[in-house]
T-cell receptor
């Protein structure tokens, strides 16, 4: 069965510190992987996506993610967090030919000065 | 800028009312989706549509129906609203099966009293 696990419900980091948000997936087919960000009261915005090729993908707002097939992971990273990065982050998995994505339950990021 | 527009940001309805949530996209996308978002549960797929007049049930279709008479518009209908349908509702669209990269609307926060 398809599933996405985001093991951290809530993470707090200091502004300027590095960030890594974890995502593990279970999917029968070759996965397409996504990270979305949701600011309070807003919809979700696509940060980055992986379909194939280079396993390190760059996204918007200085984020990157690395696909590790052996670990079934797609962790999101940012070298230096800004206060405006405070939001909820969702990992999602889909596949070629599939109609819909499966989402994790999200990780809420708090940034302290 | 491409957009998915949800007609209401906040909605308060009474138990038993018939409720319509409207979603319009201007990107000529084939696929459209309705999710509900609840704390700790992430995003759960209610219904989706990959063509006009086509619809498929998602993970939690009970108590909901949908309508897609035109490509750009996808409506979610609560036939008889109940308090357990109080939630954030998110509409999304995408261009191609399996390519993901959903574009989300800003969401409708529905409260049923």
């Amino acid at each position: 069965a398809q599933s996405v696990t985001q093991p951290d419900i809530h993470i707090t980091v200091s502004e300027g510190a590095s960030l890594e948000l974890r995502c593990n997936y279970s999917y029968g087919a070759t996965p397409y992987l996504f990270w979305y960000v949701q600011s309070p009261g807003q919809g979700l915005q696509l940060l980055l996506k992986y379909f194939s090729g280079d396993t390190l993908v760059q996204g918007i707002k200085g984020f990157e993610a690395e696909f590790k097939r052996s670990q079934s992971s797609f962790n999101l990273r940012k070298p230096s967090v800004h206060w405006s990065d405070a939001a909820e982050y969702f990992c999602a998995v889909g596949a070629r030919g599939a109609n819909n994505l499966f989402f994790g339950t999200g990780t809420r990021l708090t940034v302290i000065p | 800028d491409v957009k998915v527009t949800q007609s209401s940001r906040y909605l308060v309805k009474r138990t038993g009312e018939k409720v319509f949530l409207e979603c319009v996209q201007d990107m000529d996308h084939e696929n459209m989706f309705w999710y509900r978002q609840d704390p700790g549960l992430g995003l759960r797929l209610i219904y989706f549509s990959y063509d006009v007049k086509m619809k498929e049930k998602g993970d939690i279709p009970e108590g909901y129906s949908v309508s897609r008479e035109k490509k750009e518009r996808f409506s979610l209908i609560l036939e008889s609203a109940s308090t357990n349908q109080t939630s954030m509702y998110l509409c999304a669209s995408s261009l191609t099966r399996g390519q993901g990269g959903y574009t989300f609307g800003s969401g409708t926060r529905l409260t049923v009293v």
